[in-house]
């Protein structure tokens, strides 16, 4: 079992006052993501926690896996039309093929970054999009001040990579990098 599943397992219980503090944050990325994915596609959402982002697409086919059993449960209790299963990207996707896949914030916790990237090819066609949404190093100090005033929940351990590396690592598993931005650059809305 991943030794993660336990924290998230946490966080699923313990999140009520964070969430209610990046609301703005999740608004901004469900307000990125529709510019590219509109309503009514299929979408398949890696680290999906509570469902908030996959449900914010409107999907007709919304399919949302964490590994988090709680995160699940939470995502399940209000499914808005989406279904969410627990899994673990590192060792496998679902056969069925998606519109559009993304990957929320997810790349920082795993072993396996390019097995996981092509363990997604089981849910894709060659004209499936992958949205993937990292965080940037320049937020690691203002991370560390929300943990401090109880807006950012404690996060174990992980991995912090650049956009070359993911750009790297996605082409390595097969992936064809089409574009990369930079969006979010606080996380409220101003």
């Given at each position: 079992?991943?030794?993660?599943?336990?924290?998230?397992?946490?966080?699923?219980?313990?999140?009520?006052?964070?969430?209610?503090?990046?609301?703005?944050?999740?608004?901004?990325?469900?307000?990125?993501?529709?510019?590219?994915?509109?309503?009514?596609?299929?979408?398949?959402?890696?680290?999906?926690?509570?469902?908030?982002?996959?449900?914010?697409?409107?999907?007709?086919?919304?399919?949302?896996?964490?590994?988090?059993?709680?995160?699940?449960?939470?995502?399940?209790?209000?499914?808005?039309?989406?279904?969410?299963?627990?899994?673990?990207?590192?060792?496998?996707?679902?056969?069925?093929?998606?519109?559009?896949?993304?990957?929320?914030?997810?790349?920082?916790?795993?072993?396996?970054?390019?097995?996981?990237?092509?363990?997604?090819?089981?849910?894709?066609?060659?004209?499936?999009?992958?949205?993937?949404?990292?965080?940037?190093?320049?937020?690691?100090?203002?991370?560390?001040?929300?943990?401090?005033?109880?807006?950012?929940?404690k996060q174990p351990l992980s991995n912090w990579l650049s956009?070359?590396?993911?750009?790297?690592?996605?082409?390595?598993?097969?992936?064809?990098?089409?574009?990369m931005s930079h969006e979010q650059l606080l996380p409220f809305?101003v």
């Amino acid at each position: 079992m991943n030794t993660l599943a336990p924290h998230f397992d946490w966080v699923a219980a313990h999140d009520k006052r964070a969430r209610w503090w990046q609301r703005s944050f999740h608004n901004q990325l469900i307000r990125l993501l529709r510019r590219h994915i509109p309503a009514g596609r299929s979408v398949l959402s890696w680290g999906c926690s509570d469902g908030t982002v996959l449900k914010g697409l409107t999907p007709a086919r919304g399919l949302g896996i964490d590994l988090s059993a709680g995160m699940v449960a939470k995502a399940q209790a209000d499914p808005r039309g989406c279904e969410f299963r627990q899994g673990d990207i590192e060792t496998g996707s679902p056969d069925e093929k998606f519109d559009a896949i993304v990957v929320s914030f997810l790349t920082g916790y795993l072993q396996d970054i390019q097995k996981s990237f092509g363990n997604l090819h089981a849910s894709a066609t060659a004209d499936t999009r992958l949205y993937l949404a990292s965080l940037n190093t320049l937020w690691l100090p203002l991370l560390g001040l929300g943990r401090m005033l109880g807006l950012v929940m404690k996060q174990p351990l992980s991995n912090w990579l650049s956009h070359t590396d993911l750009i790297n690592l996605l082409e390595l598993s097969g992936w064809e990098v089409i574009s990369m931005s930079h969006e979010q650059l606080l996380p409220f809305d101003v």
